[in-house]
């Protein structure tokens, strides 16, 4: 069907020009509740996925071009017909659009870029049930804790992309997806009252190695554990800690990505300039430079190709403190005459020069885990709820839940420590914790 699709928009003389994807993914499902794994279960799924660009210049005015899309499922009863009248179908949406022209990109060498879990693809089935296994004992290893529920799916996805300019380019790819829910309580056995609370774990990787459940294990019961004796959150403004995972939701959600990429400057909402700092006073903190890295081993958003078949490369965006280049997909790469990078990926940042254990020297405040971290993608403000913190004075670590880190994400880089040891979350890739110097935590 794969050629079928091609011959049919090949023959097509009112496009500008189409992206043809075969995407296949085969994945196992396992849900496990206390005690025992409930179901195991396969899927598999595939799509073909046409993009296509036409002219849509109006008599009379500027030349312009848009651009419409259209998924088809496979089936033998699928006529010519009826790929055909799917093509049309996404002709008529971007007969709608009215753009400044842009192309498509050309072929062009792919990177080897390691994705897939060999073991994985062997028997997702068994390794996710052997999976569950380490989780589950990890669990029952730690006191005061014990696990209510858990889902693992893992799923290896192959893509073929095919467009009007030459490329023809395949890539297969792992991931795995885990989230359990860890319960501790105390009290009840002595004529006190009964105290327990829920911590949700949620991990995204390629690869099984990178899961390091035992370690997660028992870092999250910890967690769960000290939000039994959590208390109110402090009144605080100054230094705040962030590590591991909180670092990891930190750097990824979005402000960078945004603010570097061709797409806002074309729209005017980044002000960024290429060679400039990208901070709009002044620096205390570490430099700060930063990669746009499509081409990270088992990273989460690593690949050979992306959407449009623009190799992944390994992009320096900011260069201590300046900006080095935009990420740009191919329309705004030509808007602005910049070279196509492609998506963004992973965000690499480089490490600091500060040991982590010196970094959690003298008074701070550490957040050890986010409801969920957003900021303005825009300006970089940012109010978020805590689940659970440490509030460190005098050598004292108290744990809270509750309250709000209020700051600027921008303002928080320009101030901010980095140690040199680093880490690897999936989605990020750097230091393992980072002090910010003048945030504000607030009840």
Not at 164 to 188: F, H, K, M, P, Y
Not at 213 to 226: I, T
Not at 291 to 316: C, K, M, T
Request: proline share 5%.
């Amino acid at each position: 069907m794969f050629d079928a699709i091609t011959d049919a928009l090949r023959k097509r003389t009112d496009l500008l020009g189409w992206t043809l994807r075969d995407i296949t993914r085969r994945g196992s499902q396992l849900y496990a509740v206390p005690g025992a794994i409930e179901a195991v279960r396969d899927v598999t799924e595939e799509r073909y996925v046409i993009d296509v660009l036409r002219d849509t210049t109006v008599p009379g005015r500027e030349p312009s071009a848009g651009a419409g899309n259209i998924t088809l499922l496979p089936g033998a009863d699928i006529a010519a017909a009826s790929i055909d009248a799917a093509i049309d179908s996404a002709s008529l949406h971007a007969g709608l659009v009215r753009n400044p022209p842009y192309g498509l990109p050309g072929p062009s060498s792919l990177p080897d870029v390691p994705l897939l879990d060999e073991a994985l693809c062997r028997d997702m089935a068994g390794a996710l049930t052997r999976a569950h296994q380490e989780l589950a004992g990890a669990v029952r290893s730690e006191a005061g804790v014990r696990m209510t529920a858990a889902e693992l799916f893992a799923e290896e996805k192959s893509v073929r992309l095919r467009n009007s300019r030459g490329i023809d380019a395949s890539q297969r790819d792992t991931s795995l997806e885990v989230e359990w829910v860890l319960l501790a309580r105390n009290g009840g056995r002595s004529g006190g009252d009964q105290h327990e609370v829920e911590a949700f774990v949620e991990m995204q990787r390629r690869r099984l190695a990178d899961l390091n459940l035992q370690e997660v294990v028992a870092e999250r019961s910890g967690w769960a554990r000290d939000l039994l004796a959590a208390q109110a959150p402090p009144q605080h403004a100054g230094a705040v800690i962030l590590a591991g995972s909180a670092l990891a939701e930190f750097m990824a959600t979005g402000v960078i990505q945004t603010l570097g990429s061709a797409a806002a400057k074309f729209s005017k909402s980044s002000t960024w300039e290429v060679g400039e700092s990208i901070f709009r006073g002044p620096v205390r903190g570490d430099p700060l430079t930063v990669w746009a890295n499509r081409q990270a081993a088992y990273g989460v958003a690593s690949d050979r190709f992306d959407a449009e078949g623009i190799p992944s490369q390994r992009l320096l965006l900011i260069d201590n403190n300046r900006l080095a280049a935009f990420s740009a997909g191919q329309r705004y790469a030509e808007y602005l005459h910049l070279p196509a990078t492609g998506e963004f990926g992973v965000i690499e940042v480089a490490p600091g020069r500060t040991g982590a254990a010196d970094l959690r020297q003298g008074d701070h405040v550490e957040i050890a885990a986010f409801s969920a971290f957003e900021a303005d993608d825009v300006t970089g403000d940012f109010a978020c709820e805590i689940r659970l913190g440490y509030a460190v004075t005098g050598g004292r670590r108290v744990p809270f839940k509750g309250g709000q880190l209020i700051g600027n994400y921008l303002h928080a880089l320009a101030d901010a420590t980095w140690s040199r040891e680093t880490g690897f979350h999936g989605i990020y890739l750097g230091p393992t914790a980072v002090r910010f110097e003048t945030l504000t935590v607030a009840p």
